[in-house]
């Protein structure tokens, strides 16, 4: 499979937004049915440049990321790239999941610190890592791959010090080896402008491509937003409280805002686009659809 930073250069010589959508390891076998022959094949029909699938805080879903990048590149021929984190893991640890990972002929690794389980706060094990930046080198050190990293437009929660002393952490992750950024989702682009001019004046050169997250319900992106820390500008916040109750209304609302943020983003001259997909296909097709990048799915 290709790698992840040669598909950004491809794409930036055409001048076309490369296009990614993020999976997670379903707990069901209901849901590796849906992920795989419905959820994927529907999305396949934009040609996306590539995918990502995320790595459990613990537990079971934690061997399925592999499982299902594995079957990404088999059964679909699509370009996977594997989150791996620093939960739990010891470095011997993380040296046989690389050995299993490129044996798979998988070449692309999301390169994270993770979260623990239930909120708690992060802790290293011992002979393991404590920040990604430790992981992004030790991969470097080994293998071949192409390594991203996860950035924070708004700055990362943990970082009691400010925004500004986080992206000066993610330059460091960029100065131990990554070759792109993975944003977390926002919806106030402001926060994404002020993240890449910050960025850029540190020196950062890689693509940093924004991720996207188009609602489905009220009550799911506050949930949601809680969990990764994202915020929701006060107008967006008002106008889903008038959606409350009303899923579908909202699902529609978030298409419409998805697709108004990503056409700014685009004159704005972003990489790629990276949709968090929930595992469903219906709001990032359409938001495609809406920015006419859809339109090659005719071709070949
Ligand atoms: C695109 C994307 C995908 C994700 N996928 C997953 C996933 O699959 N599984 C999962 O569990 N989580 C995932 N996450 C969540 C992520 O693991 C958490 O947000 C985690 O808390 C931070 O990870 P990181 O890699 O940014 O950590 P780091 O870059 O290590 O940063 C963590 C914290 O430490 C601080 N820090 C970094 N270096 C230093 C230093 N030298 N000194 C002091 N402080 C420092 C940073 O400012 C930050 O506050 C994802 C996030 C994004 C944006």
């Not at 794409?11 to 959820?39: C, Q, V, W, Y």
């Not at 592999?66 to 993380?94: K, N, P, S, Y």
Request: aromatic share 8%; net charge positive.
């Amino acid at each position: 499979m290709q790698l992840i930073r040669d598909i950004l250069a491809t794409r930036a010589a055409a001048g076309r937004p490369a296009i990614s959508f993020e999976f997670f390891p379903p707990k069901t076998e209901e849901g590796d049915r849906n992920l795989m022959e419905k959820t994927i094949p529907a999305l396949m029909r934009m040609r996306p440049d590539y995918c990502s699938v995320t790595y459990g805080a613990g537990g079971s879903t934690r061997d399925k990321t592999l499982m299902i990048v594995d079957r990404i590149h088999r059964e679909h021929h699509l370009t996977a790239l594997a989150h791996l984190t620093c939960v739990g893991h010891t470095q011997e640890q993380v040296a046989e999941l690389l050995q299993k990972i490129e044996a798979l002929g998988c070449r692309n690794i999301l390169a994270l610190r993770g979260d623990p389980p239930n909120g708690a706060e992060f802790q290293a094990v011992p002979g393991g890592f404590e920040y990604a930046a430790e992981l992004v080198k030790f991969i470097r050190s080994r293998s071949p791959f192409s390594v991203a990293v996860a950035g924070f437009p708004e700055g990362h929660t943990a970082c009691k010090a400010g925004r500004e002393v986080d992206w000066q952490h993610l330059k460091q992750k960029v100065d131990a080896g990554a070759d792109f950024i993975l944003t977390q989702l926002f919806f106030d682009n402001a926060d994404f402008f002020r993240f890449r001019d910050h960025l850029g004046k540190l020196g950062v050169r890689v693509p940093i491509v924004p991720g996207i997250i188009s609602i489905l319900s009220t009550s799911q992106i506050k949930r949601f937003t809680q969990l990764c820390g994202a915020r929701i500008p006060g107008p967006l916040a008002a106008k889903l409280e008038t959606l409350e109750g009303n899923d579908s209304a909202a699902a529609e609302f978030g298409i419409e805002y998805a697709t108004r943020q990503c056409e700014e983003l685009r004159r704005a001259g972003v990489p790629g686009f990276h949709f968090y997909t929930l595992n469903k296909s219906t709001a990032s097709v359409r938001v495609l659809q809406n920015l006419g990048l859809a339109s090659n799915m005719q071709v070949g």
